[in-house]
């Protein structure tokens, strides 16, 4: 299974982006979900998780909302009242399980990352 995350950009504070990931194959609906991000010198942190429940970092709650689609096979990541500390490169992941994990050393598949900038 590939993925493949598209939808960054530059967004000024308060702003609005959409991030997609599209798999290359069948995601079963079993499968758990997330977007994890990564700043410069920092460690990659988990955003949010959907499986068998949707869970969010705290940092990012009531901001970000985090669907999937089954019949496109898409998970899509809307943030809204972007914040600068939000500015990373974020990854879309699956796990072949349906416990929702925040542990990226629990997802099976990577993508690519895609870079989002907010600025102040």
Not at 30 to 55: C, H, I, L, N
């Amino acid at each position: 299974v590939q993925l493949q995350a598209s939808g960054g950009g530059l967004v000024q504070a308060g702003g609005s982006l959409r991030l997609s990931c599209a798999a290359s194959a069948r995601i079963f609906s079993w499968y758990t979900m997330g977007w994890f991000r990564q700043a410069p010198g920092k460690d990659r942190e988990f955003v949010a998780g959907t499986g068998s429940t949707t869970r969010y970092a705290d940092s990012v709650k009531g901001r970000f909302t985090i669907s999937r689609d089954g019949a496109k096979n898409t998970v899509g990541l809307q943030m809204n009242y972007l914040k600068p500390e939000d500015t990373a490169v974020y990854y879309c992941a699956s796990a072949r399980q349906s416990t929702t994990t925040v542990e990226p050393n629990e997802y099976d598949y990577w993508g690519q990352g895609t870079l989002v900038t907010v600025s102040s």
